[in-house]
């Protein structure tokens, strides 16, 4: 019997979301409607699990694990219209459309409104760089404005980016967030979140942080898939003065970059702020990629082909790798 009840839930799970939504939205009782949310949120776990079990089983069959380089991530105001318009035009593989520390306060309103616009038009070409939105911290109380306002586009964006995560409690913040805020979509697809780590308390919870955001994503509505080094941030959290060679945020860069391999995580190194000092810009790419960074953050379009090539794989590389899988069937037809 309860095989058969949960077979139908799976399968009218949509229909009962609506039906579930429209009834909190009309019920004047608080009891009544919180009890609804519980079972809206219940069925939206149970949807997003079968999606990760479909995931998961496709991943095993085909042996393909699917994989969105991000080389660069450029930042572009949300309250600033012709740049948005322009960003799409770039060779670039990732832009972050921002609503947190490229826009003024009093701007915030003028960047979501933008950027709902730009989600409801949707991609206007499939060579299009990966669409993504920074929205304001957990503590900063703008977050959940913003998410109100993108996840309801009528495209959603592929990737939100969280800055200033500091506990692992700002990650179950978000998670319930998503949950209520998407469960009366019928998503096939989760959105990836990336994690901005900028303070020295962040930095010691990294772990815990990462395996909250593992754990959460079973059954809510985004993956895990990259961290962010918050340099400015994570300089004036510890102390530090920002030097040329950037020294002193070693120790955090390879604890980072260790951490985001340990949980199959992108690591996404720091701003170089001197955006005309692309010699400079070269020399820690070529640093960063040494460490194990697999991209970086750029503010300026001038910065992205110097990154996008450092991060990109040799030739030598290239052939190396080739000759290794060549090698290994190689052995494996042959017994050895």
């Known amino acids: 019997m309860l095989g058969i009840l949960y077979k139908y839930v799976c399968y009218h799970r949509e229909r009962l979301l609506h039906c579930i939504s429209r009834a909190t939205n009309n019920s004047p009782n608080k009891k009544i409607k919180m009890l609804l949310r519980k079972l809206s949120t219940s069925l939206f776990r149970l949807h997003m699990s079968n999606i990760g079990c479909m ?5 095993i069959l085909t042996g393909v694990r699917n994989y969105t380089p991000r080389r660069a991530i450029l930042y572009v105001p949300g ?3 012709k740049k948005l318009d322009k960003s799409l035009k770039l060779e670039v593989d990732c832009i ?22 730009m989600l409801n038009k949707g991609p206007q070409s499939t060579r299009q760089p990966e669409w993504s ?8 109380g703008l977050c959940e404005e913003d998410l109100e ?18 506990r692992p409690e700002d990650i179950e913040w978000f998670s319930e967030k998503m949950i209520d805020l998407l469960s009366p979509r019928n998503l096939e697809v989760k959105l990836n979140l990336i994690i901005y780590i900028e303070s020295a308390l962040a930095m010691m919870d990294l772990p815990d942080i990462c395996t909250a955001a593992k754990e959460l994503s079973a059954t809510a509505p985004f993956q895990p898939v990259a961290l962010v080094l918050g340099s400015d941030d994570l300089c004036a959290s510890i102390g530090a003065v920002r030097s040329d060679d950037a020294m002193e945020l070693l120790y955090c860069r390879q604890r980072l970059v260790v951490i985001a391999k340990a ?19 070269r020399e820690q790419c070529e640093m960063g990629k ?3 960074f697999t991209g970086k953050q750029v503010i300026h379009p001038c910065q992205i082909p110097v990154v996008q090539e450092t991060f990109l794989p040799s030739k030598d590389a290239i052939a190396w790798a080739q000759g290794l899988v060549e090698a290994f069937y190689e052995h494996q037809k042959r017994g050895e």
């Open 263 to 281: 949980f199959e995580l992108q690591a996404i190194d720091m701003v170089h702020i001197q955006f005309n000092d692309l010699f400079g810009l």
């Open 149 to 166: 306002a993108i996840l309801t586009a009528k495209n959603l964006p592929p990737t939100v980016l969280l800055p200033k995560v500091d």
């Open 55 to 59: 995931k998961t089983k496709a991943s």
């Open 96 to 117: 972050a459309m921002d609503c947190e520390d490229g826009v003024a306060a009093n701007r915030k309103n003028v960047a979501r409104e933008n950027i709902v616009k």
């Open 290 to 292: 040494r460490m194990g």
């Open 133 to 140: 939105v920074r929205i304001n911290s957990v503590e900063s």
């Open 79 to 81: 309250d600033q219209q």
